[in-house]
């Protein structure tokens, strides 16, 4: 089972999100994106940090920033069936890359800190 979440708009539109936990520990993979601008997040970083607010407020901080990282990336990949051509940093595979300024000793949380 697959499961792409869009938390922003889940808020915005029904007051709540789907219970990702439950998909977690059910086997489900997740995969974490904008759906769209209207209600939803402008941009990819933006809706990183909502879902990991809504970790911390309403999950007991269930999902790590690296968890949520891997929503966005590998998970991704997987989630629309392209992980054999994406979605992770190896030879032979199709990638963009994105540096990002911050804590060495903390790279997930860097990228969750990051603006546009």
């Given at each position: 089972?697959?499961?792409?979440?869009?938390?922003?708009?889940?808020v915005a539109l029904y007051g709540?999100?789907?219970?990702?936990?439950?998909?977690?520990?059910?086997?489900?993979?997740?995969?974490?994106?904008?759906?769209?601008?209207?209600?939803?997040?402008?941009?990819?970083?933006?809706?990183?940090?909502?879902?990991?607010?809504?970790?911390?407020?309403?999950?007991?901080?269930?999902?790590?920033?690296?968890?949520?990282?891997?929503?966005v990336t590998s998970n991704a990949?997987?989630?629309?069936?392209?992980?054999?051509?994406?979605?992770?940093?190896?030879?032979?595979?199709?990638?963009?890359?994105?540096?990002?300024?911050?804590?060495?000793?903390?790279?997930?949380?860097?990228?969750?800190?990051?603006?546009?």
């Open positions: 089972m697959k499961l792409p979440w869009s938390p922003a708009s889940n709540h999100t789907a219970d990702i936990p439950a998909a977690l520990d059910a086997g489900v993979l997740v995969a974490l994106a904008p759906d769209w601008s209207m209600g939803g997040s402008p941009n990819l970083l933006d809706e990183l940090r909502v879902a990991k607010a809504w970790s911390d407020s309403h999950w007991a901080a269930r999902l790590s920033a690296k968890d949520l990282v891997l929503m990949a997987d989630v629309v069936a392209k992980g054999s051509l994406l979605g992770h940093l190896q030879e032979g595979m199709l990638a963009d890359i994105t540096v990002f300024h911050g804590d060495t000793s903390a790279p997930y949380d860097a990228i969750l800190q990051a603006s546009p």
